[in-house]
């Protein structure tokens, strides 16, 4: 009887190799496919998301360049000659303008949603700090102080804008 179960365990090895030897292939070939499928579905997501994201860079650079003091102290003319209320006007515009594009942070960097935050508070301090001169008595002479300081330091969304653009010039 001894003699009979060994032919049938020898005759049994090599169907147990192609067993083993099947289940890899088709475990590896399952394997690939899922990666490839979720390759194929990722790149799909990219070419819907990228016009998001450009959409995104775009609006955060109009974003700049509405609070840049320049243009906003252009856009936005004094109501009286009060400083603080100039001040106040000035600020209110600025964060209803970051208010309005605050759910573009889902789609750009976090660390050029940094960029852009440092420089809507450098803006603002900019405007504090120039109000809280003693020469600056009037809201025309805030107004040229922001304008002779930006002019010698250069403004905070530029410094921002520029990062926006380095940062679509990666996205290519």
């Not at 252009?74 to 109501?79: G, V, Y």
């Amino acid at each position: 009887m001894n003699i009979e179960i060994i032919p049938l365990l020898i005759s049994l090895i090599p169907s147990l190799f192609i067993t083993i030897l099947a289940l890899f292939y088709f475990k590896t070939h399952t394997d690939n496919e899922e990666k490839r499928r979720r390759f194929l579905l990722h790149q799909e997501n990219q070419k819907q998301a990228l016009p998001l994201r450009l959409q995104a860079y775009e609006r955060m650079a109009l974003f700049l360049e509405r609070i840049s003091p320049g243009k906003l102290l252009l856009r936005t003319a004094p109501i009286d000659d009060d400083k603080k209320s100039y001040e106040s006007l000035l600020v209110n515009t600025i964060e209803q303008e970051f208010d309005h594009n605050l759910t573009q942070q889902i789609y750009i960097s976090d660390e050029c949603w940094n960029i852009v935050k440092a420089a809507k508070n450098g803006t603002i301090a900019l405007i504090r700090k120039t109000v809280m001169k003693e020469e600056v008595d009037s809201a025309n002479k805030m107004r040229e102080f922001i304008l002779t300081e930006i002019v010698e330091k250069g403004s905070p969304s530029d410094t921002a804008l520029s990062a926006i653009k380095t940062e679509v010039e990666d996205l290519f």
